[in-house]
């Protein structure tokens, strides 16, 4: 089946780690994108990709970093520079000017 | 800066009544607006979408108006049902950044239905 897909959908980190959100999908998407959700907030753009090799900060991209080595793939490093990193994470793909499809999501939580 | 606006966090209603749910928009040139239905602890789910060139376009159950007047989008559910509990979404593609380019959300709003 095509789709997007995220793993883990439930991640624990210890303060000071790095931990890796991964996100695939195999829709031949060009752009895929991050977003964070807060309990009871919308949702805010972390990072977007338009194509392979190249990405954009969204609107709160400090503490995190992604890279695009393959289309089908752009995880998410959330890094110990994040100090407020528990969250549900969401990542999306799209395909020219059509609507974006979502994962299922990775909830995380600093323990 | 840009930002996707709801009027309402929460709207509650009959089943069997037609809900409205509002949003604003600050960008003027955004030509690419979404509505998401998004359940507790799961990704959001596409309800409908709607280009700048047209007023109102009609799914099943749904309507999404556009008034770029005054930059303010609209989604109509009929006959709401006890399925239709969820969080709504309205998202806008920012002028500027290609057809692939920069999507952001508003913050939501909470539809409860009664039975």
């Known amino acids: 089946d095509g789709g997007i897909t995220q793993s883990p959908k439930y991640l624990f980190r210890k303060e000071g780690q790095n931990v890796t959100l991964s996100c695939e999908q195999n829709l031949n998407h060009d752009a895929m994108y991050w977003y964070r959700q807060d309990p009871g907030q919308g949702l805010r753009l972390i990072y977007y990709?338009?194509?392979?090799?190249?990405?954009q900060k969204g609107d709160i991209a400090e503490g995190y970093s992604v890279s695009r080595e393959k289309k089908e793939s752009f995880p998410l490093t959330v890094t110990s520079a994040q100090k407020n990193p528990t969250a549900f994470y969401l990542c999306a793909s799209r395909w020219g000017s059509t609507e974006a499809f979502f994962g299922q999501g990775t909830r995380l939580t600093v323990v | 800066g840009e930002s996707v606006g709801l009027h309402l966090p929460t709207l509650s209603v009959q089943e069997g009544d037609n809900s409205i749910i509002n949003c604003a928009y600050s960008?003027?040139?955004?030509?690419?607006f979404i509505w998401y239905k998004q359940e507790s602890g799961k990704g959001p789910q596409f309800i409908i979408d709607i280009r700048s060139n047209m007023d109102k376009r009609q799914g099943q159950r749904v309507t999404v108006l556009l008034n770029k007047t005054v930059k303010h989008l609209s989604l109509q559910i009929a006959a709401t049902q006890p399925g239709d509990s969820a969080v709504y979404f309205c998202a806008e593609i920012l002028p500027g950044s290609g057809n692939t380019g920069k999507l952001i959300f508003g913050q939501g709003t909470t539809l409860q239905v009664k039975p």
């Open positions: 990709s338009q194509i392979v090799n190249d990405f």
């Open positions: 960008n003027s040139a955004s030509d690419y």
